[in-house]
């Protein structure tokens, strides 16, 4: 199975896709999502926690070499014929190149499929979104019950303060068409890239993923 790299749009499914290739291949993949192990780094007591705190605290970006790093340091860790799983990263032109040297060094072999919805379903799914405060599961109003979690089943949900703020909103997408897009069409070039239209129901997307990995 080659190496994944899921990318798209804020809400454009991946989290989802992210839960179904994990539940199915578990015993041959590793996951790296960024925000998870930032979140992890940040609720540490020590230098690292502080400063990955300070930095997400203040709505900033953490440096691209720091995330390299922290890629680096998740290649370094894992054991040999697993395959990986990337959601989150790389996000931006730097953080691209750090990312490509890594893979080839290791000798992996990976593909970037990247799940297509346009800004007003994001829009859309953004405001609709919903976090499980216990496990940290994301859910959807619109394909959810969501008087308790479809994970571990706490009644303790909320919505993200930027969740609610279509200006937020408007400027994490702004980020992403600013930031990201370029990584992808650069990564087009590379061809290493595949488009999955985002708007099919969640088991057709799953089997098209399994189809382009195998």
């Known amino acids: 199975m080659k190496d994944i790299v899921l990318a798209g749009i804020q809400w454009s499914g991946k989290w989802t896709q992210s839960a179904l290739l994990l539940n199915q291949f578990k015993d041959s ?7 998870g192990i930032l979140r992890a780094l940040q609720s540490k007591p020590n230098a690292i926690g502080e400063y990955v705190s300070s ?12 995330m ?25 032109i730097a953080q691209m190149h750090g990312f490509v040297e890594r893979m080839n060094e290791y000798k992996r072999d990976f593909v970037v499929i990247v799940l297509d919805i ?21 859910l ?20 993200r303060v930027d969740d ?9 997408i702004g980020l992403f068409e600013k930031e990201t897009l370029p990584v992808i069409q650069h990564l087009e070039w590379l ?3 595949k488009h999955i239209n985002g708007n ?13 990995i195998w």
């Not at 930095?55 to 720091?66: C, G, R, V, Y």
């Open 55 to 66: 930095i997400i605290n203040s709505w900033a970006l953490l440096p691209d070499q720091f």
């Open 200 to 212: 099919q129901p969640v088991e057709d997307i799953f089997e098209e993923i399994k189809k382009i």
């Open 140 to 159: 959807n109003i619109h394909l959810h019950a969501c008087d308790s979690c479809t994970e571990c089943g706490s009644s303790d949900l909320y919505q």
């Open 29 to 35: 993949l590793r996951y790296f999502e960024a925000g």
């Open 68 to 92: 390299v790093k922290v890629f680096d340091l998740f290649l370094f860790g894992m054991e040999e014929g697993k395959s990986i799983l990337v959601d989150g990263f790389p996000r931006q």
């Open 164 to 172: 609610q703020d279509l200006d937020a909103i408007n400027t994490r």
């Open 118 to 138: 346009n800004k007003e379903e994001a829009v859309k799914r953004l405001t609709s979104r919903r976090m499980c405060k216990s496990c940290g599961a994301i």
């Open 191 to 193: 061809g290493v890239v």
